[in-house]
């Protein structure tokens, strides 16, 4: 069974970095794409970033790009996110995600439980 545990949030001042962390259990994480999706207030889910199995290639929608690096340690199982230039916006719950976008974003069970981002002065 996929089982994802965040860290890592918190609340920052717009124009701050946090850096989130994922830890995997229950499959084979050095195989798996994986990736970060968040819930901001009263939204539906949305992908925030991608990275391949072997970690060699990211993707970020346009909200993102440039702020957000996603990472991965497969030998640690571990998945990171670094935020950096945070906007108010930004505010959700982040969660790890096991597989693609479209995978994830369908199926709550590939989810962690989340942490709270708040991006606030």
């Known amino acids: 069974e996929v089982h994802l545990v965040e860290s890592g949030g918190g609340l920052v001042q717009p124009g701050g970095s946090l850096r989130l962390s994922c830890v995997a259990s229950g499959f084979t994480f050095a195989t798996a794409d994986m990736g970060w999706l968040r819930q901001r207030p009263g939204q539906g889910p949305e992908w925030v970033a991608a990275?391949?199995?072997?970690?060699?290639?990211?993707y970020y929608p346009d909200s993102v790009k440039g702020r957000f690096t996603v990472s991965r340690d497969n030998a640690k199982n571990a998945l990171y996110l670094q935020m950096d230039l945070l906007k108010p916006e930004d505010t959700a719950v982040y969660y790890c995600?096991?597989?693609?976008?479209?995978?994830?974003?369908?199926?709550?069970?590939?989810w962690g439980q989340g942490t709270q981002v708040t991006v606030s002065s």
């Open positions: 995600g096991a597989g693609n976008p479209s995978e994830s974003l369908g199926n709550r069970d590939l």
């Open positions: 990275i391949e199995e072997r970690g060699d290639k990211t």
